[in-house]
T-cell receptor, first 112, second 115 residues
Framework: QKEVEQNSGPLSVPEGAIASLNCTYS??????FFWYRQYSGKSPELIMF????GDKEDGRFTAQLNKASQYVSLLIRDSQPSDSATYLC????????????FGKGTLLTVNP | EAQVTQNPRYLITVTGKKLTVTCSQN?????MSWYRQDPGLGLRQIYY???????DKGDVPEGYKVSRKEKRNFPLILESPSPNQTSLYFC??????????????FGQGTRLTVV
């Protein structure tokens, strides 16, 4: 059973702080990792992807991957109230199976 | 504008009455998929399609059917809906297939209630 685990939160941070969102996965064959943002009542929106160990930065967002420890994280620097949303981690396993497994998401609240 | 369009956005129906939720994308994407999202359970894949006439089951396919006769359309069919299919449904598409691809575009969602 492939599993992707996230702390459901809510994670509450003050405006301007760094928000750290974590995700662990069970299948060591996982090869690609994605972060989505979902505002309440809206559809998921792809914000980051990472394939290799290390950090990947895009604006205020940094994705971090550690395959040995089987975790992937998303850092949001200078958090804004508009970042308040549920963040979904998704993992794709190698092989002919094209299914993407999502975590249940972490609710982030950024307080002004 | 690149988009995935689902219809209807909201639907209330009765148990056993066949229904179809349509999904259309205007990006010439090969890959399309359907998900349902339930509180506490997250997003779960129902079916996916790698291309025209190529479909396969996701994690929760029971009670659903799909077809892919044209590249742009991927309807979700509930032959005999039951209350446990009450959920928020999303259609998604992607240009690429393979290990490094992902669901790049999601439709607006269809909130289905089966009474």
């Amino acid at each position: 059973q492939k599993e992707v685990e996230q702390n459901s939160g809510p994670l509450s941070v003050p405006e301007g702080a760094i928000a750290s969102l974590n995700c662990t996965y069970s299948d060591r064959g996982s090869q690609s990792f994605f972060w989505y943002r979902q505002y309440s009542g809206k559809s998921p929106e792809l914000i980051m992807f990472i394939y290799s160990n290390g950090d990947k930065e895009d604006g205020r967002f940094t994705a971090q991957l550690n395959k040995a420890s089987q975790y992937v994280s998303l850092l949001i620097r200078d958090s804004q109230p508009s970042d308040s949303a549920t963040y979904l981690c998704a993992v794709r396993v190698g092989g002919s199976n094209y299914k993407l497994t999502f975590g249940k998401g972490t609710l982030l609240t950024v307080n002004p | 504008e690149a988009q995935v369009t689902q219809n209807p956005r909201y639907l209330i129906t009765v148990t056993g009455k066949k229904l179809t939720v349509t999904c259309s994308q205007n990006m010439n994407h090969e890959y399309m998929s359907w998900y349902r999202q339930d509180p506490g359970l997250g997003l779960r894949q129902i079916y996916y399609s790698m291309n025209v006439e190529v479909t396969d089951k996701g994690d929760v396919p029971e009670g659903y059917k799909v077809s892919r006769k044209e590249k742009r359309n991927f309807p979700l069919i509930l032959e005999s809906p039951s209350p446990n299919q009450t959920s928020l449904y999303f259609c998604a598409s992607s240009l690429l297939t393979g290990i490094y691809s992902t669901e790049a575009f999601f439709g607006q969602g269809t909130r289905l209630t089966v009474v």
